[in-house]
C-alpha cells in the first residue's frame, strides 16, 4: 500500500517559487503520482500527474527523481490565489485504485 | 462543460435523521467516488462505482452508510440514523475510467448533525 508523507503547512511570498515534497517509499512500479490542490469550500482540483523524470503545464511542474521515492510539486511565483491544500497522491498497484489523499500541505501565501 | 454538481450544497439534520445526498457526474464519466472530508483533514474515500456497480465499498464506516447509482450517472448516498460524527463535507468526483484517472470533484454537501 503505497503511502505518502508531506509537510503539514508551508508559507512563502507573492512572486517566490514554492516546492512541496512528498515521499513515496514504497511506490509500485505502474504507479502515478498525482497532485491535487484544494480552496476552502471546494472539491480537490488536478494540477499535475506524472510518472517519472519532469512533467510541466500552465500551472506546475512535477520533478520525479529515477528511484521515484519522493516527487515534489513546483509553483513558479506564487501569488495569493494560490493559498490552498496540496495533496500529493500515489495510485495503488493490482489495477485498483483507491485514492488516498492523507492531510496535504497547506500553503500560505503572504503579500 | 458541466462540471460535478451535488446537492444540497448544506444540510443540517437532527441526530437520529435520514438524509440523502445527491451527485450528478460529469456527462459520460464512467467512474463515481465518494468522499468524507472531516474538518481540517483530506478527502477519505468512502466508495466507487463503475457505471451502476458498486467495485468498492471498503470505506463507508457503518451500515447505516447506503450508496447507489441505478442507472450508471446519478448517484445517491444515504445516510441513516444520523450520528453527530457524521458531519461532515460529503465529496463525489467522477473520472472517464478506471485507474489513475484525473477526478473531477464536485464542491460537496456540507453535512452537520446536531
Known amino acids: 500500500l503505497a503511502k505518502t508523507t508531506q509537510p503539514i503547512s508551508m508559507d512563502s511570498y507573492e512572486g517566490q517559487e514554492v516546492n512541496i515534497t512528498c515521499s513515496h517509499n514504497n511506490i509500485a512500479t505502474n504507479d502515478y503520482i498525482t497532485w491535487y490542490q484544494q480552496f476552502p469550500s471546494q472539491g480537490p482540483r488536478f494540477i499535475i500527474q506524472?510518472?517519472?523524470t519532469k512533467v510541466t503545464n500552465e500551472v506546475a511542474s512535477l520533478f520525479i527523481p529515477a528511484d521515484r521515492k519522493s516527487s515534489t510539486l513546483s509553483l513558479p511565483r506564487v501569488s495569493l490565489s494560490d493559498t490552498a491544500v496540496y495533496y500529493c497522491l500515489v495510485g495503488e498497484d493490482g489495477g485498483s485504485y483507491i485514492p488516498t489523499f492523507g492531510r496535504g500541505t497547506s500553503l500560505i501565501v503572504h503579500p | 462543460g458541466a462540471g460535478v454538481s451535488q446537492s444540497p450544497r448544506y444540510k443540517v439534520a437532527k441526530r437520529g435523521q435520514d438524509v440523502a445526498l445527491r451527485c450528478d457526474p460529469i456527462?459520460?464519466?464512467?467512474?463515481l467516488f465518494w468522499y468524507q472530508q472531516a474538518l481540517g483533514q483530506g478527502p477519505e474515500f468512502l466508495t466507487y462505482?463503475?457505471?451502476?456497480?458498486?467495485?468498492?465499498k471498503s470505506g463507508l464506516p457503518s451500515d447505516r452508510f447506503f450508496a447507489e447509482r441505478p442507472e450508471g450517472s446519478v448517484s445517491t448516498l444515504k445516510i441513516q440514523r444520523t450520528q453527530q460524527e457524521d458531519s461532515a463535507v460529503y465529496l463525489c468526483?467522477?473520472?472517464?475510467?478506471?485507474?489513475?484517472?484525473?477526478?473531477?470533484f464536485g464542491p460537496g454537501t456540507r453535512l452537520l448533525v446536531l
Open positions: 456527462s459520460g464519466h464512467v467512474s
Open positions: 462505482f463503475q457505471n451502476e456497480a458498486q467495485l468498492d
Open positions: 468526483a467522477s473520472s472517464t475510467s478506471m485507474g489513475q484517472e484525473t477526478q473531477y
Open positions: 506524472g510518472y517519472k
